[in-house]
């Protein structure tokens, strides 16, 4: 991969369903997993396959469903759950196991009850079990952002001779500032001499509301991937944004010299999806997939849009998949309005017969709802979907 190339990395199934009543099935899991490979994510991470038979099917199920993305199972630093990873991706065009182990003193200490030696002979040998059974192994030094930065340099040097390809750095409590944070990537790259084998990644969470802020900081000064969710989901407070990053880099391409492969056209689709699959509504002032993302109120800004988009514009709602001329579903609409809304959405319909019945459960509910919104639709195909 180039190095100008900023890979995105998404873990919406995985730390995404960690955020408290996230949890997806299955199919649900694929649903997302194919939307996330037509937008163009990178990597996937599908679960943690050890972690329950659910996760591993879910892990499995997402790796036949998709080829173009690389898929990930996050692992500990042990065998064990390496070989359920590898197992689990068995089918997957292109596989990567993600493992970790804890690298702060806090967190060597009191959770891990751990020497810092060991620690290290820990991650050594995960990474080469790793390596036996698949080609692409990324090692995240879980707390890197309160670990110290001599011990880092120490465990990081070994995994990468171990064979390690991406290095993850996750600011696993958001405990970070985007200028530490950011000079800690900075001065780790230029310090570990085998830095340049490996790809430097950065895992936000959002505790402090500087997720995205942190992750950005950290391109600023080299990391070429970005762990990120659909919606910022993820554990407490949640993980930095998909689309705040991919929206940043590409709108300010001046300060982040980078590329991404993402279809930004099918961004807001993403975001509903998600949040229709989780029950986990979007607020209106989100940036980017916020009802009033792009929702001009005042009459001086209501007048400079109409003389000038970009008088207050710096994005075009459309390049995020916002649909300005939205035709009203209503019981008069027809098979075109609603396909079309379909796949505005991003909802996969299958066969004719599906779109037969889908359409008649449709006017159904027109029949008895005045104009049926894109929370209604994504409701009824929920419902159409086969159960686990
Ligand atoms: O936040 C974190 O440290 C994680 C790791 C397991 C990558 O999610
Ligand atoms: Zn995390």
Known sequence: MSKDRLVIFDTTLRDGEQSPGASMTRDEKVRIAKMLEKIGVDVIEAGFAIASVGDFEAVRAVAEAVSESTICSLSRAGVQDIDRAAEALKPAANSRIHTFIATSPIHMQYKLRMEPDAVVERAIMAVKHARNLVADVEFSCEDASRSEFD????????????????????????????????????????????????IFSVHCHNDLGLAV????????????????TINGLGERAG?????????????????????????TSHIV?????????????????KAIVGANAFAHESGIHQDGVLKHRETYEIMRAQDVGWHNNKLVLGKHSGRAAFKARLEELGIEIGDDNAMQLAFTRFKELADKKHEIFDEDLQALMNDMQPAD
């Open 151 to 198: 011990f880092l340099c120490r465990i990081i040097e070994q995994v990468i001779n171990a064979g390690a390809r991406t290095i993850n750095l996750p600011d696993t409590v958001g405990y970070g500032e985007p200028g530490e944070y950011g000079e800690l990537i900075g001065r780790l790259l230029n310090t570990i001499p085998n830095a340049d084998k490996a």
């Open 213 to 228: 802020a942190n992750s950005l900081s950290a391109v600023m000064h080299g990391a070429r991937q970005v762990e990120c």
């Open 239 to 263: 993980n930095a944004a998909l689309e705040e990053i991919v929206m940043a880099v590409r709108t300010r391409h001046d300060l982040f010299p980078v590329d991404v492969g993402i279809d």
């Open 269 to 285: 689709p993403t975001s509903r999806l998600v949040s229709s699959i989780t029950g986990f509504p979007v607020q209106p002032n």
